[in-house]
């Protein structure tokens, strides 16, 4: 666990976490709007500002308390920033081999492995002033792992970069996560990124820890702060297989089957685990339609129902493997349906994103 009480005053903003504990394994989203302490917040459990306050535990281990603080130095944590901060007087190989020095030990062959895992063993002899935004970012999460970190800790690492380079990124982040087992501390303020990596939310206002939720129960509050770009968010697990004879792939698991047309490379999608669903794509049915070209006719349970803002309802369905789908309609709609918790429906899936 990571568990504390933190508070540190920076000028006229003031940090009051509030007691906090969450798990120290996966991925832990700090999510808020810009100035909600988030960055403040991460400078405090990580012991960068000796100006912090209060008390904090990392496993059992004291980091603080009111009256001893482990210097940063001795937490052994990896830190990846909005910029590289690549040392530029060195090579790509260079800026790696100086984490390898500072590692506890390292197995032979570690560099020139890791840079083969996140894709930048052509760079190795390359000056850091060469490189694009992503191939930067890449080297400084090599060099972050590099060092052997017990925590990793990214603040805003994507903000910077293009659509594309975000994507590719955000699968490899997910996959090192889970491939080393080292738990990451990752600020954004971008709901997509929270959607495609957390295993739970910690969501920040004025400089405290409102609440820290699972991503999947942070997902099934109709008034999420998810929700504020593109309106209520599905974000369904399970796995893709290869595309049939029909060019049709298939993702769920034992007791839900979605067929999606890719239109990506099929070697981007195998390690996909995550789909996208915003609750406007979501159409529902009280007996199950013929004839449409919608492939997706899901039996559901209606949950709840939530009344929203311009006549619109969102509406908690239950699919048959216990996850939650949200869906979006008029009020109108809602009542001639005669919709209610407990009665079985049919949800119409017209469009979802593969997060990979």
């Known amino acids: 666990m990571i568990e504390g009480e933190l508070s540190l005053k920076k000028g006229s903003f003031e940090l009051r976490s509030g007691p906090f504990s969450f798990a120290a394994q996966g991925v832990s989203v700090l999510f808020g709007r810009s100035g909600s302490g988030k960055s403040t917040l991460l400078r405090a459990i990580t012991g960068l500002d000796a100006d912090t306050r209060g008390t904090l535990r990392f496993k059992g281990e004291t980091w603080q308390n009111q009256a001893w603080r482990l210097p940063t130095t001795r937490r052994n944590i990896g830190f990846v920033f909005q910029e590289a901060a690549l040392f530029a007087h060195l090579d790509v190989r260079g800026n790696l081999h100086y984490a390898l020095t500072r590692a506890p030990a390292s197995a032979p062959g570690a560099l020139d492995q890791l840079a083969g895992r996140v894709g930048i063993s052509h760079l190795l002899d390359q000056a850091v002033t ?102 209520p968010v599905s974000v369904l697990q399970g796995s893709l297989q290869a595309p049939d004879a029909t060019g049709l792939a298939s993702f769920g698991n034992a007791a839900l089957r979605l067929r999606l047309s890719l239109s990506l490379a099929p070697a981007a999608r195998p390690s996909a685990t995550r789909l996208r669903v915003l609750a406007r794509d979501v159409s529902l049915a009280t007996v199950q339609p013929q004839g449409l070209s919608i492939l997706n006719q899901l039996p559901i349970t209606i949950a709840a129902l939530h009344p929203g803002a311009q006549g619109r309802v969102t509406v908690v369905c239950t699919l048959a493997d216990g996850q939650p789908l949200l869906a979006e309609i008029t009020a109108y709609s809602c009542q001639a349906l005669a919709l209610a918790p407990g009665r079985p429906a049919f949800a119409l899936i017209k469009s979802v994103a593969l997060m990979d």
């Open 130 to 231: 060469t490189l694009s935004g992503g191939e930067r970012q890449r080297v400084a999460i090599a060099r972050a792992l590099l060092s052997q970190p017990r925590l990793l800790c990214m603040d805003e690492p994507l903000s910077a970069l293009d659509w594309r380079a975000k994507a590719e990124l955000l699968a490899l982040i997910d996959a090192l996560a889970q491939e080393t087992g080292i738990p990451v501390l990752y600020i954004t303020h971008a709901p997509k990124e929270v959607e495609r990596l957390a295993n739970r939310v910690i969501f920040m206002a004025d400089g405290r820890i409102e609440r820290v939720e699972s991503l999947r129960r942070a997902l099934a509050r109709p008034d999420s702060e998810l929700f504020d770009e593109e309106g």
